[in-house]
C-alpha cells in the first residue's frame, strides 16, 4: 500500500515544483495511511539522490538506465512503466509540470488509466479522493473522484501545496535498473531563446496588460500608468504571440513568474497559465469588462469596466496623489 | 502525406456560463460555441506543412455533437480536404481514455503519417487525450510543440517543444508521429470565400462509435462557482471612473505605493 512520487530535474538540479508534489503525497499518504517513495529517473550518480533521502520517505527508488540521460517521453514512460509494475503503487503523485504532461498521460494509459490532472486540492471521503480541478479556463471548479482499481494518477497545479512544507525525515536509497526499449525520437540540448533582458522578478510595481489592451497602439496608454507608477510593464501570452510586448516581458507559466508589491492586471482575465506566475504578488489589482472573469477570484481590488474609462482616471489621480 | 487534425468545439470564450441543473457540467443551451484555441492552431500548422512539402492530405477529425459539424466546416473552408464527425451528442460525459480509444477506433485505419492536436481543451482541459490516443495507437507523441523544421520533413520531422521558464528544446521524431500544438505558434489564416464555396463539395463523414464499459473513468461529480481565496473589494459599484479614482486611494492609502 503504497505513493510514489516523482522526482524531475535537468541535469540533477531539482524542479521545485517537485517539492510541492512531495508535499502532496505526503498529506494524502497520512490521510489514508499510505507510505510514500519517491521515484528518480537518472542515468549517472545524481547528485539529487541524497537531497531527496532527507525528507520524510519510505524509499528513494532510483530508475536508472543511459537513456535517462536526458529526458524523452519515450524513456521515461518505460522506466516508469517498470517501477510500477515493481512496486505496485495505490496512487502515483506527481506536479503538473510541462514535462509530466508530455509523458504521465503515456504511463496511465499503459496501465488502461488516465491522469486527473492540474488539481488544485484534494479531500477525504472515507478513504476515497476526491480532487479538485479547474474547469473552463478557470471560471469553474469541478470536484472528481475516480473509479476502477489502483494505480491512481494525480497530478496537482503548481502552487496547490508549499514546497517548504515537505516533511524531513530519512528514507531508504534503492537503485532499480529499468528496462527501455528503443527510442522513437532523438533530443537536442535544451536551450533558452533570448536570456530575459528584463528580470521583472526583482521590480516593485508591475502593470501587465492581456487581450483586454486590443491592439498594439493602445499599449502606450498602459504604459503610461506604468510611468505614472514607476512601474514595469509585463504582459500576458496572448499579447507577447501577437508581438505587441517582447517576450521578456510575458509573465506565466511559458514566461516570469513574479512577486512585485503590486500587480495590476489590465484586461487580463486570468487564464491558469497566467496565474501562476503572479499570484503571490503582495496586492493584486484587475480592471476588466468581465465580471466573471477569473481573475478576479485573486484580486485584493476589483474594477468591473473598460480599462480604457479606468486608466486616464487613475493616472491623473496618481499625478494628484504624488503632487 | 497524410495529416489528421483532431479540432473540438468548445463553448465561446466569453460566453457567460451557467452550471447546469445537475450540477455536472454547463448549461449548454443559449450559449456560443467557437473552436478550440490551439485545435486552430494545429490545423494551420498542418496546412503550411503540407504546402510547404507540396502534396498530401489534411484530414479534420472532430468528436462531439452535431453542432461541432460548424468546427468541421470551418476547417474544410481554411483548407482541409475532408473530414471525419466521431457523433457523441454528450461528449463531456466522456473521460480522456474514453474520448482517446473511441478517436483511436474512428482514425486507427486512416494510418496517418502524423496527427495534430491543441495542447488542450478550453473547457474541461484535460490536456492527455492527444498523449493517451498516441500510446493507443502505438506511436510516439510531443507535447507543447512551437515550431516545425519543414525542410527536415520526411520519414521523420523536427520539432520545437516548449519547455517552462522561457526553455526550449528540439527533438527528431520517427514518423508516424502525434503532435500537441502550442497556441501562438504562428498566424492562423481566414477562410477566403473561395475556400468556403470549395468546401461544401468536400466530404465530412460521420462515424457512429460504439462504446466499451470504461471502469477507470474519472467522474465530475460536482461544478461550482470558484472558492474565493481572497476577500475582493470591488470598487466603484458600476462608475468606473468612480473606481479608478477610489482605486489610487486604496493604492496610497492601505497599499502605501504612491
Same mark, same amino acid.
Not at chain 1, 498529506?27 to 537518472?42: E, F, M, N, R, Y
Not at chain 1, 488539481?119 to 476515497?128: A, F, L, Q, S, V
Not at chain 2, 525542410?151 to 527533438?171: A, I, N, P, V
Given at each position: 500500500m503504497?505513493?510514489?512520487?516523482?522526482?524531475?530535474h535537468?541535469?540533477?538540479?531539482?524542479?521545485k515544483?517537485?517539492?510541492e508534489a512531495?508535499v502532496a503525497?505526503?498529506?494524502i499518504g497520512k490521510?489514508?495511511?499510505?507510505?510514500?517513495?519517491a521515484?528518480i529517473p537518472c542515468s549517472q550518480?545524481?547528485?539529487?539522490v541524497?537531497e531527496?533521502?532527507q525528507?520524510?520517505?519510505?524509499?528513494?527508488?532510483?530508475?536508472k538506465n543511459?537513456?535517462?540521460?536526458?529526458y524523452t517521453?519515450?524513456?521515461y514512460?518505460?522506466?516508469?512503466?517498470?517501477i510500477?509494475?515493481?512496486t505496485n503503487p495505490?496512487?502515483?503523485?506527481?506536479?503538473?509540470?510541462?514535462q509530466v504532461?508530455d509523458f504521465a498521460?503515456?504511463?496511465?494509459a499503459?496501465?488502461?488509466k488516465?491522469?486527473v490532472?492540474?488539481?488544485?486540492?484534494?479531500?477525504?471521503?472515507?478513504g476515497?479522493?476526491?480532487?479538485t480541478?479547474?474547469?473552463?479556463?478557470?471560471k469553474?471548479?469541478a470536484?472528481?473522484?475516480?473509479e476502477g482499481?489502483?494505480?491512481y494518477?494525480?497530478?496537482?497545479?503548481?502552487g496547490?501545496?508549499r514546497?517548504?512544507?515537505?516533511e524531513?525525515?530519512?528514507?531508504?536509497i534503492?537503485?532499480?535498473?529499468v528496462?527501455?526499449?528503443?527510442l522513437r525520437?532523438?533530443?537536442e540540448?535544451p536551450?533558452?531563446?533570448?536570456k530575459?533582458?528584463v528580470?521583472?522578478s526583482?521590480?516593485?510595481?508591475i502593470?501587465?496588460?492581456g487581450?483586454?489592451i486590443?491592439s498594439?497602439?493602445?499599449i502606450a496608454?498602459?504604459?503610461?500608468?506604468?510611468?505614472?507608477?514607476g512601474?514595469?510593464?509585463?504582459a500576458?501570452?496572448p499579447?507577447?504571440d501577437?508581438e505587441?510586448?517582447p517576450?521578456?516581458?510575458?509573465i506565466g507559466?511559458?514566461?516570469?513568474?513574479?512577486?512585485?508589491?503590486?500587480?495590476?492586471a489590465l484586461?487580463?482575465?486570468?487564464?491558469?497559465?497566467h496565474?501562476?506566475?503572479m499570484?503571490?504578488?503582495?496586492?493584486?489589482v484587475a480592471?476588466?469588462k468581465?465580471?466573471?472573469?477569473?481573475?478576479?477570484d485573486?484580486?485584493?481590488y476589483g474594477i468591473?469596466g473598460d480599462?480604457f474609462?479606468?486608466v486616464?482616471t487613475?493616472?491623473?489621480?496618481?499625478?494628484?496623489?504624488k503632487? | 502525406m497524410?495529416?489528421?487534425?483532431l479540432?473540438?468545439?468548445?463553448?465561446n470564450?466569453?460566453?457567460?456560463?451557467?452550471v447546469?441543473?445537475?450540477?455536472?457540467?454547463?448549461?449548454?443551451?443559449n450559449?456560443s460555441?467557437?473552436?478550440?484555441?490551439?485545435?486552430g492552431?494545429?490545423?494551420?500548422e498542418?496546412?503550411?506543412?503540407k504546402?510547404?512539402?507540396?502534396?498530401?492530405?489534411?484530414?479534420v477529425c472532430t468528436?462531439?455533437?452535431?453542432?461541432?459539424?460548424?468546427?468541421l466546416?470551418d476547417?474544410?473552408?481554411?483548407?482541409?480536404?475532408?473530414?471525419?464527425?466521431?457523433?457523441?451528442?454528450?461528449?463531456?460525459?466522456?473521460?480522456?481514455?474514453?474520448?482517446?480509444?473511441?478517436?483511436?477506433?474512428a482514425?486507427r485505419?486512416e494510418?496517418?503519417?502524423l496527427?495534430?492536436?491543441?495542447?488542450?481543451s478550453?473547457d474541461a482541459?484535460?490536456?492527455?487525450?492527444?498523449?493517451i490516443?498516441a500510446? @493507443?495507437l &502505438? *506511436?510516439?507523441? /510531443?507535447?507543447?510543440?512551437i515550431d516545425l +523544421?519543414r525542410?527536415s520533413l520526411g =520519414?521523420?520531422?523536427?520539432l520545437?517543444?516548449?519547455?517552462?521558464?522561457?526553455w526550449?528544446?528540439?527533438?527528431t521524431y520517427k514518423?508516424?508521429?502525434?503532435?500537441?500544438?502550442?497556441?501562438g505558434i504562428?498566424q492562423i489564416?481566414?477562410?477566403? @470565400?473561395? &475556400? *468556403?464555396m470549395? /468546401?461544401?463539395k468536400?466530404?465530412?463523414r +460521420?462515424?457512429?462509435?460504439?462504446? =466499451?464499459n470504461?471502469a477507470?473513468?474519472?467522474k465530475i461529480e460536482?461544478?461550482?462557482?470558484?472558492?474565493?481565496?481572497?476577500?475582493t473589494?470591488?470598487l466603484g459599484?458600476?462608475d468606473?471612473?468612480k473606481?479608478?479614482v477610489?482605486?489610487v486611494?486604496?493604492l496610497k492609502t492601505e497599499?502605501r505605493?504612491l
Amino acid at each position: 500500500m503504497s505513493i510514489l512520487v516523482f522526482i524531475e530535474h535537468k541535469n540533477c538540479v531539482l524542479n521545485k515544483a517537485s517539492l510541492e508534489a512531495v508535499v502532496a503525497a505526503q498529506s494524502i499518504g497520512k490521510d489514508l495511511g499510505l507510505k510514500v517513495s519517491a521515484v528518480i529517473p537518472c542515468s549517472q550518480d545524481c547528485a539529487l539522490v541524497q537531497e531527496i533521502s532527507q525528507y520524510d520517505l519510505e524509499k528513494v527508488f532510483v530508475a536508472k538506465n543511459e537513456k535517462l540521460n536526458i529526458y524523452t517521453p519515450d524513456a521515461y514512460a518505460d522506466a516508469w512503466e517498470h517501477i510500477i509494475k515493481q512496486t505496485n503503487p495505490n496512487y502515483v503523485v506527481m506536479a503538473h509540470t510541462y514535462q509530466v504532461r508530455d509523458f504521465a498521460p503515456k504511463v496511465a494509459a499503459r496501465f488502461g488509466k488516465e491522469l486527473v490532472g492540474d488539481c488544485i486540492r484534494y479531500t477525504n471521503n472515507g478513504g476515497k479522493l476526491t480532487l479538485t480541478r479547474r474547469i473552463f479556463l478557470g471560471k469553474l471548479e469541478a470536484d472528481v473522484t475516480i473509479e476502477g482499481a489502483a494505480p491512481y494518477f494525480v497530478t496537482f497545479q503548481a502552487g496547490a501545496f508549499r514546497g517548504d512544507n515537505a516533511e524531513k525525515g530519512s528514507s531508504q536509497i534503492e537503485t532499480i535498473e529499468v528496462e527501455v526499449k528503443d527510442l522513437r525520437m532523438t533530443p537536442e540540448e535544451p536551450f533558452q531563446e533570448a536570456k530575459a533582458s528584463v528580470d521583472l522578478s526583482k521590480s516593485n510595481i508591475i502593470v501587465a496588460v492581456g487581450r483586454g489592451i486590443k491592439s498594439q497602439e493602445n499599449i502606450a496608454v498602459a504604459q503610461q500608468l506604468a510611468d505614472a507608477l514607476g512601474a514595469d510593464l509585463a504582459a500576458s501570452r496572448p499579447i507577447c504571440d501577437a508581438e505587441w510586448l517582447p517576450i521578456d516581458r510575458q509573465i506565466g507559466s511559458s514566461g516570469q513568474t513574479v512577486a512585485p508589491k503590486v500587480y495590476i492586471a489590465l484586461g487580463i482575465s486570468g487564464a491558469i497559465q497566467h496565474i501562476v506566475g503572479m499570484k503571490n504578488a503582495g496586492t493584486i489589482v484587475a480592471i476588466n469588462k468581465d465580471a466573471e472573469a477569473p481573475i478576479f477570484d485573486i484580486a485584493d481590488y476589483g474594477i468591473v469596466g473598460d480599462l480604457f474609462e479606468a486608466v486616464p482616471t487613475m493616472i491623473e489621480e496618481i499625478k494628484k496623489a504624488k503632487g | 502525406m497524410k495529416i489528421i487534425v483532431l479540432m473540438k468545439q468548445v463553448a465561446n470564450k466569453d460566453a457567460i456560463l451557467r452550471v447546469s441543473s445537475d450540477e455536472k457540467w454547463i448549461d449548454e443551451s443559449n450559449i456560443s460555441h467557437q473552436t478550440n484555441e490551439s485545435d486552430g492552431y494545429a490545423l494551420e500548422e498542418s496546412l503550411r506543412l503540407k504546402e510547404a512539402n507540396g502534396e498530401g492530405e489534411v484530414v479534420v477529425c472532430t468528436l462531439g455533437a452535431q453542432s461541432a459539424k460548424t468546427v468541421l466546416k470551418d476547417a474544410l473552408a481554411r483548407g482541409a480536404d475532408r473530414a471525419i464527425h466521431v457523433v457523441v451528442n454528450e461528449p463531456n460525459k466522456l473521460s480522456p481514455y474514453q474520448i482517446a480509444k473511441t478517436i483511436a477506433d474512428a482514425i486507427r485505419d486512416e494510418n496517418a503519417d502524423l496527427i495534430f492536436t491543441g495542447l488542450q481543451s478550453d473547457d474541461a482541459s484535460y490536456g492527455q487525450t492527444g498523449v493517451i490516443l498516441a500510446e @493507443l495507437l &502505438g *506511436i510516439p507523441n /510531443a507535447t507543447i510543440v512551437i515550431d516545425l +523544421d519543414r525542410e527536415s520533413l520526411g =520519414d521523420s520531422l523536427r520539432l520545437k517543444r516548449e519547455l517552462e521558464s522561457g526553455w526550449y528544446q528540439w527533438f527528431t521524431y520517427k514518423l508516424p508521429a502525434l503532435l500537441t500544438i502550442q497556441s501562438g505558434i504562428s498566424q492562423i489564416r481566414y477562410a477566403s @470565400l473561395k &475556400g *468556403i464555396m470549395a /468546401a461544401k463539395k468536400k466530404e465530412i463523414r +460521420d462515424v457512429m462509435p460504439e462504446f =466499451d464499459n470504461y471502469a477507470s473513468a474519472q467522474k465530475i461529480e460536482k461544478v461550482y462557482l470558484p472558492l474565493k481565496t481572497k476577500q475582493t473589494q470591488m470598487l466603484g459599484g458600476g462608475d468606473v471612473k468612480k473606481g479608478a479614482v477610489e482605486l489610487v486611494e486604496k493604492l496610497k492609502t492601505e497599499v502605501r505605493v504612491l
